[in-house]
């Protein structure tokens, strides 16, 4: 059974940084493109930032450079998301997917962000 599970939310002041990770389980994680998306409230999902399967490529929304890292441990089937400075836009429920080629892809059931003082 394919899973990803997203763990590392919370709330933080602005400024403040997380960590976020998802957990990949029941696919061959190492073969599989890591995304991590959000979606704000009224708002349609978009993309934060991708690695390729082996991780030697990243790309982030404009917006983000420089303030957020994606990162990843095919050992370890997991995927991160290393968010800082972050500011009150920011806030969203921030999902990972994984993406093969040809095939549909896998997403995790999410996990909320609150950046608020």
């Known amino acids: 059974q394919v899973q990803l599970v997203e763990s590392g939310g919370g709330l933080v002041q602005p400024g403040g940084s997380l960590r976020l990770s998802c957990a990949a389980s029941g696919f061959t994680f190492s073969s599989y493109a890591m995304s991590w998306y959000r979606q704000a409230p009224g708002k349609e999902r978009e993309l934060v930032a991708r690695?390729?399967?082996?991780?030697?490529?990243?790309n982030y929304a404009d917006s983000l450079k420089g303030r957020f890292n994606i990162s990843r441990d095919n050992a370890k089937d997991m995927v991160y998301l290393q968010m800082n400075s972050l500011k009150p836009e920011d806030t969203a429920v921030y999902y990972c997917k994984a993406e093969l080629r040809y095939a549909s892809p896998y997403w995790g059931q999410g996990t909320q962000v609150t950046v608020s003082s």
């Open positions: 690695i390729t399967s082996v991780g030697d490529s990243t």
